[in-house]
């Protein structure tokens, strides 16, 4: 009998194990193998959506868009398809961006105008032509436009938040602290209407944007800038308008433009979908191998501890994550240079400090390996302060940066808890014991310290920033105050060395780590991919996290979910009284 069980349970695993092998033989050769690439292929390459810097870190993320490629992702999708023979061109499909930032457009855009310098031709397709799809569209050799569809060029406008007459309704005192006219991130609780600094600064930025957006249509569509302003005034644009102004070459759906490709070439080009060639390796053509190169991948609200997500402001940054990649990349002694990819607008000033240390030590240690910073969308504040460390700075024209500044504070509920009907008393021993105190406001020997605590953040600011650009403090002063600059005007005050993307970047760090000129390199990502089983299992460790980010994401549109965000504020993400490096929020169109 015991010989019969121990046959069956033995026959039962074999079965398992069997069973599993299939499994496993199916899903490679599903997923694994490495698709058929015809000759004279057109590369199909949508691109939208909440474009992400590295690949999801949370389970939620993953379900509902992991598949979406990153930045990265697209951008060496389009150097394979550089190289590769077999690719005859690229079908470029703008769907939409999520964000309402431009940093990373911009970066897909100098991508498609890298691919065209192989001399293969890229077609853009537009459904929906929003500013950001068309700006991307400018970098193909024709655009072609839905016939129902319109060309939304109209501008660019930015939208404030302000509080103050809300929480004087409900019985909410901001008692906000900050230093500088231009540290306008408390504004939205403290004002009910824009400081005249405030005012000013969103006036620099849209208009330098506006500049940016003009110039590269101009450019791609053969025009002088004046003609672009004009055309700009005179939007939105019906599909035919569009091509009577020059701003598009056809008018066609998609099956009637793919006809037009088709005859226009000698020799007929079949169609190649991106996520069937996203499985061709980059090594199979040449490309990522070779020495070494760090690529440090900062994204999201900087907080201290792990990090993790959260559910209106998305990925948080966590020090802890932080200092242990960059202690992971120090410790490689493949690594030849390190790039630190910062998209970020600050956050806590203890967390931005401490990863400003470790960046010091990688920087600093021996043998000495460049250290390069590549700016995406934001790397303001306390995004800033991590730039510092880096021996060159280069980000886009378009990234919000600098924010030099601090602010702190809390908001006193006591108001609302009276007006319920509820009374809040405290028992207390320490003369400042109560300072988080939820029920009032700072007191005088309360609100010394807090401003000493800020002046002296703010001292140390700009003395590190006057050491990393070369300025005394008193210049990296005049250029603070919690002022915020694109890339292009960061570039004219000093605070940026270089305008371009990651590919810059790691350009500039492999002439300083003296590499060979030919040949390429292997970029890896730190901090390392997370398996879906540790996202899963985190997710049932932040259960209620992970139900509320898929609640919002499912049943409220990207404005409702800004403007609640602006409600609850960023301040949900930070130790209670902690003092802030973070950018202001806006809405920028």
Do not use: C
Request: hydrophobic share 40%; no cysteine; glycine share 10%.
């Amino acid at each position: 009998m015991a010989k019969r069980g121990l046959a069956i349970v033995f026959t039962l695993l074999g079965v398992a194990i069997v069973l599993s092998a299939g499994a496993f033989i199916a899903l490679y050769l599903v997923f694994g193998r490495t698709p058929s690439v015809p000759a004279n292929s057109m590369l199909v390459l949508e691109v939208g959506g909440d474009l992400s810097e590295n690949a999801p870190t949370d389970v939620v993320t993953y379900l509902r868009g992991g598949r979406t490629p990153t930045v990265r992702a697209v951008v060496e999708m389009l150097h394979k398809a550089k190289r590769d023979e077999r690719i005859a061109g690229v079908l470029l499909k703008p769907t939409g961006f999520t964000s309402p930032y431009w940093g990373k457009v911009q970066e897909l855009r100098d991508a498609v105008a890298d691919f065209r310098q192989s001399g293969k031709p890229v077609y853009a397709y537009l459904e929906y032509a929003d500013d950001r799809n068309y700006y991307l569209a400018t970098a193909a050799d024709r655009i072609f436009l839905m016939p129902s569809a319109t060309l939304d060029l109209s501008g660019v406008a930015t939208y404030a938040v302000f509080l103050r007459g809300t929480f004087d309704k409900v019985g909410i005192v901001p008692d906000m602290h900050h230093i500088g006219d231009y540290k306008t991130a408390v504004n939205a609780y403290t004002e009910k209407t824009y400081t005249p600094a405030h005012k000013k600064m969103d006036e620099w930025l849209n208009r330098d944007l506006f500049e940016q957006i003009v110039r590269v249509v101009a450019e791609a569509r053969k025009k002088t800038d004046p003609e672009v302003r004009t055309l700009v005034d005179d939007g939105p644009f019906l599909a035919a308008d569009a091509m009577t102004a020059g701003l598009v070459d056809e008018v066609a759906y998609e099956d009637q433009a793919m006809e037009k490709l088709r005859q226009s070439h000698e020799t007929p080009m079949g169609t190649l979908d991106a996520s069937d060639y996203s499985r061709v390796s980059a090594a199979s053509l040449g490309l990522n191998t070779g020495p070494r190169i760090a690529v440090i991948y900062a994204s999201g609200a900087i907080v201290g501890g792990k990090g993790g997500f959260d559910p209106l402001n998305g990925e948080m940054v966590g020090s802890d994550t932080l200092v242990e990649a960059i202690r992971d990349a120090r410790k490689d002694q493949r690594v030849r240079a390190i790039v630190l990819r910062i998209d970020s607008p600050g956050g806590s000033a203890t967390a931005s400090d401490a990863i400003w240390r470790e960046l010091m030590l990688a920087r600093d240690e021996k043998p000495n390996r460049p250290l390069i910073v590549s700016m995406s969308d934001l790397a303001a504040s306390g995004g800033y302060y991590i730039a510092m460390p880096a021996q060159v700075i280069v980000a886009q024209p378009s990234t919000l940066t600098g924010s030099i500044g601090i602010y702190g504070g809390k908001l006193v509920m006591g108001g609302v808890y009276q007006k319920l009907g509820a009374n809040i008393e405290s028992t207390s021993i320490g003369r400042n014991a109560e300072m988080a105190s939820p029920a009032r406001p700072f007191n005088a020997s309360e609100l010394q310290k807090v401003e000493s605590q800020l002046r002296a953040f703010y001292t140390d600011f700009i003395r590190k920033a006057g050491e990393s650009r070369g300025m005394t403090p008193a210049a990296i002063d005049q250029l603070g105050q919690g002022r915020v600059w694109t890339g292009r005007q960061a570039k004219a005050n000093g605070l940026v060395d270089e305008l371009g993307g990651l590919d810059r970047a790691v350009a500039i760090a492999r002439a300083r780590a003296k590499l060979p000129a030919t040949g390429d390199v292997e970029l890896v990502a730190y901090p390392r991919a997370r398996s879906f089983f540790e996202m899963v299992s985190d997710g049932f460790s932040g259960g209620s996290e992970a139900a509320v980010s898929s609640w919002l994401s499912a049943n409220l549109s990207a404005d409702e979910r800004n403007a609640l965000r602006a409600l609850r504020g960023p301040t949900s993400m930070f130790r209670r009284g902690e003092a802030l490096a973070l950018m202001p929020f806006t809405y920028v169109r």
